[in-house]
């Protein structure tokens, strides 16, 4: 069997220029030759609901007449091999998926490896062979962690990639919103955030924002007056409006007026609602400033802290306030472990068929017990927008984040 890392360095030096639907085909070869029978890419959707295949693509149909040649750069995997989209609920791919670690199969001939960049699930590589040793599995994940950097290379703008990603139609102030929020998680040893947008296809006015920089964690959520088109500019404004000036070495507080000034300038009739806020990494120093938003949650030891981070919000911004006092910083010390949870008012007022509210107590209860099943952050918010789906019915968008302060 060839070395594993002229393996890894070929098929690295030959992905340099090709789409995504050559990929498949280079991770499949580059699987052959390091003892699998056969691999194969799955990518979840946007919404984390089902794994779907990143195909390459199928052999043309020889002539009647001509003999059925093998295509080395565009042959399935195989006859046997699935093709179809599997759910993340309830299959041993998806578990791979919500558990971040690989599974196997009862007969030892099929391994489902996590594709993970940084700490952001990206899908599933289904790899196969007559059986697995330990060696062999360690070159799968070395394969995993490969294949998704170069899905990811793509993924910004290859249709074949979005394409997988998506089930249904995107609208347009959704696709303009997507374009701008981050990775919907991030992080280091020390900390995680993790953030869910939904309507994830019909995304109106909600948005997000992560970062890490000098030790800092840098975080936003928006939440724009409205459900149109408008609402969807007003926060990618805002989000490009927080950029520049956190990038120029402003204050929260600069942030939020630079943001309250821009939308008053260029999209008067628009108002917005905001947390914005940054942790220091080495200390657990949280600050935030909040305007006009729903006041965020601190989670620790499995409890919500009464009104640990209650405190009167400045009014939202996009009202020109000029000259009016800036919003105040509030300041609290995260313990190790501590959650802190920040959410948008579609999520609260979600409602059953009976018009009952989701409400904050059953955000909280559904985040701690989670969390409690040993839930990492992004699988615990997906967990959270399933049963949110599952009902309620939202009537507005529902924006959540937390952020786990985990040093060592």
């Known amino acids: 069997m060839p070395n594993e890392d002229a393996v890894l360095s070929a098929l690295l030096a030959s992905s340099n220029r090709v789409t995504a639907a050559d990929i498949p085909a280079l991770i499949d070869e580059a699987g052959r030759k390091l003892g699998l029978s056969g691999a194969q890419v799955y990518l979840a959707d946007l919404q984390q609901a089902r794994l779907s295949p990143l195909m390459h693509p199928a052999p043309e149909t020889p002539s009647p007449n001509e003999p059925n ?31 971040q670690r690989t599974q196997r199969s009862r007969d030892d001939c099929t391994a489902w490896v996590p594709m993970i960049d940084g700490v952001e699930r990206v899908g599933v590589l289904r790899v196969t062979a007559p059986c697995f040793e330990d060696a062999l599995l360690e070159s799968c994940a070395a394969l995993s962690g490969l294949a998704t950097l170069l899905v990811m290379a793509k993924a910004s703008h290859d249709e074949l990639v979005v394409d997988r990603t998506r089930s249904r139609t995107m609208t347009t102030q959704a696709e303009l919103l997507w374009a701008f929020v981050p990775p919907r998680t991030i992080g280091t040893d020390d900390v995680t955030s993790t953030a869910i947008l939904e309507p994830a296809y019909e995304a109106g006015g909600d948005a997000f924002d992560h970062s890490l920089g000098d030790g800092v964690l840098h975080l936003a959520l928006l939440d724009a007056m409205g459900h149109d088109l408008a609402s969807g500019g007003a926060s990618a404004v805002a989000l490009g409006a927080s950029r520049a000036t956190r990038r120029a070495g402003g204050t929260l507080a600069d942030i939020a007026t630079t943001i309250d000034t821009t939308l008053s300038e260029w999209i008067p009739d628009r108002l917005l609602t905001a947390v914005i806020a940054r942790l220091d990494i080495a200390t657990g120093q949280f600050t935030w400033i909040n305007c006009g938003h729903p006041p965020p ?24 306030l000029g000259q009016a006092a800036a919003p105040d910083e509030h300041h609290i010390r995260l313990q190790p472990g501590d959650r802190v949870l920040l959410y948008s008012d579609g999520v609260t007022e979600a409602r059953t068929s009976d018009g009952s509210l989701f409400g904050e107590q059953r955000l909280a209860d559904s985040v701690i017990r989670s969390m409690a099943s040993g839930n990492a952050p992004p699988e615990t918010l997906r967990r959270l927008v399933r049963n949110l789906h599952e009902h309620h019915r939202l009537h507005d968008d529902a924006t959540i984040m937390l952020v786990r302060w985990h040093p060592h």
């Not at 093998?70 to 091999?81: A, D, V």
């Not at 179809?84 to 919500?98: C, D, K, N």
């Not at 949650?297 to 020109?320: T, W, Y």
């Open 69 to 99: 040649e093998p295509n080395e750069t565009s042959k399935p995997i195989g006859p046997s091999e699935p093709s179809e989209p599997i759910q993340i609920e309830g299959s041993m791919a998806g578990l791979a998926y919500r558990t």
């Open 297 to 320: 949650l601190l989670i620790r030891e499995g409890h919500v802290v009464p009104q640990a981070m209650e405190f009167p919000a400045h009014l939202p911004l996009g009202l020109g």
